[in-house]
């Protein structure tokens, strides 16, 4: 079976661009998370997706915003970007989105804001 | 708030030795403790995780504890090999039941296993 998938791998982008950024869950999971990992950091918790409802925003400001699809799959959407926002985004999925789920995390795509 | 703290922050050791990574948090209310391996500029492969009404955990080399009493776990590897090197984290499960929790990481302890 597929694991986690996210699409593209590397993006470069200027300031004041937008980027859109996508996951593919792993078949059978229900629930999407988003973090970002700027490095030589651990990742911080964006959002948390579950039956295409938002269950759960990081301390990101309203620049951020993404959705869940009825297949599950899930796009970040991030206005304005700032030179700040580079950084590698990971999407995790997991079934039910219970705190007690395991998330699996996909390759991350590296967004290089210049 | 919670906070989650990786040490060493690197760490260098010889093929074979056995070796701990530690981690601490400052909440004990946590729903479980993930830890995660990460190669360079690459995702998570997640390696063990421990319910917060577990101990331990064991796979293979790996094998991690839980105190949540005292907000520590510990990764232990043992017979380290070259192909263990990577940044490890640990990552604890909190927040609001309904909003399914979220992930707080840790910064990372870097392990260099030298042939």
């Known amino acids: 079976d597929a694991g986690v998938t996210q699409s593209p791998t590397h993006l470069i982008k200027t300031r004041g661009q937008h980027v859109t950024l996508r996951c593919s869950p792993i078949?059978?999971?229900?629930?999407v998370s988003w973090y970002q990992q700027v490095l030589g950091q651990g990742p911080q918790f964006i959002f948390q997706y579950y039956e295409k409802e938002e269950r759960g925003r990081g301390n990101f400001p309203d620049r951020f915003s993404a959705r869940q699809f009825p297949n599950y799959s899930s796009e970040l959407n991030v206005n304005a970007l700032l030179l700040g926002d580079s950084a590698l985004y990971l999407c995790?999925?997991?079934?039910?989105?219970?705190?007690?789920?395991?998330?699996?995390f996909g390759p991350g795509t590296r967004l290089t804001v210049l | 708030k919670q906070e989650v703290t990786q040490i060493p922050a690197a760490l260098s050791v010889p093929e074979g030795e056995n070796l701990v990574l530690n981690c601490s948090f400052t909440?004990?209310?946590?729903?479980?403790l993930q830890w995660f391996r990460q190669d360079p500029g690459k995702g998570l492969t997640s390696l063990l995780l421990?319910?917060?009404?577990?101990r331990e955990q064991t796979s293979g080399r790996l094998n991690a504890s839980l105190d949540k009493s005292s907000g520590r776990s510990t990764l232990y590897i043992a017979a380290s090999q070259p192909g263990d090197s990577a940044t490890y984290l640990c990552?604890?499960?909190?927040?609001?039941?309904?909003?399914?929790?979220?992930?707080?990481f840790g910064q990372g302890t870097e392990l260099s296993v030298k042939p």
């Open positions: 078949s059978g999971h229900k629930s």
């Open positions: 421990i319910q917060s009404s577990q």
């Open positions: 909440d004990s209310a946590i729903y479980n």
């Open positions: 995790a999925s997991s079934l039910v989105g219970s705190p007690t789920d395991t998330q699996y």
């Open positions: 990552a604890v499960r909190g927040g609001v039941w309904d909003q399914g929790g979220k992930l707080i």
